[in-house]
């Protein structure tokens, strides 16, 4: 297949465009980006060792401990997102906003609202993890590599 003036003009034209668009394109704020997400997320982190630390105080084992912090902050990460907060936090702070419980969560409520409009079982049951599902996948996969290292590692 030949190509014609025409469409060799064109590819000329747009690529033109292109470097134009790169020339007056504004730079991201890398820097700012990074300060926003380490804050956020190290935020996030550190509410869920305060409330961790605080349930240890109160006589929790570890392991107690642990699952009620982890519900505690499903929890949150559900209701932050059903207020609407969770995505101005997302915006604000990018991939700070994802650690894993809180982020989860957000992604799990944020499907159910994006298709309760499409009813509940049709919508809401059927499409909730369309979105997590590949992340659940992962986190699977990882966790069978990680006992099967571990457990040849043993032997």
Do not use: R
């Not at 997400?37 to 630390?53: K, R, S």
């Not at 991939?95 to 969560?105: E, L, N, Q």
């Not at 957000?106 to 590949?134: C, L, M």
């Amino acid at each position: 297949m030949e190509t014609t003036g025409q469409e060799m003009l064109k590819a000329a034209e747009q690529a033109e465009y292109d470097h134009l668009v790169q020339k007056v394109m504004p730079k991201p704020p890398y820097v700012k980006h990074a300060l926003a997400a380490f804050a956020v997320g190290g935020a996030i982190c550190v509410i869920g060792q305060l409330f961790f630390n605080w349930m240890q105080s109160m006589g929790m084992t570890i392991q107690n401990a642990n699952a009620m912090t982890a519900v505690i902050m499903i929890f949150l990460g559900a209701l932050f997102t059903g207020l609407g907060l969770y995505d101005k936090l997302g915006t604000f702070a990018g991939a700070g906003s994802i650690v894993p419980i809180t982020g989860f969560a957000n992604v799990i409520v944020a499907s159910a609202i994006e298709f309760k409009k499409e009813g509940y079982i049709f919508g809401v049951g059927a499409k909730i993890f369309s979105i997590a599902g590949p992340t659940l996948l992962f986190g699977f996969t990882a966790a069978v590599v990680v006992g099967l290292i571990k457990f040849l590692l043993i032997l």
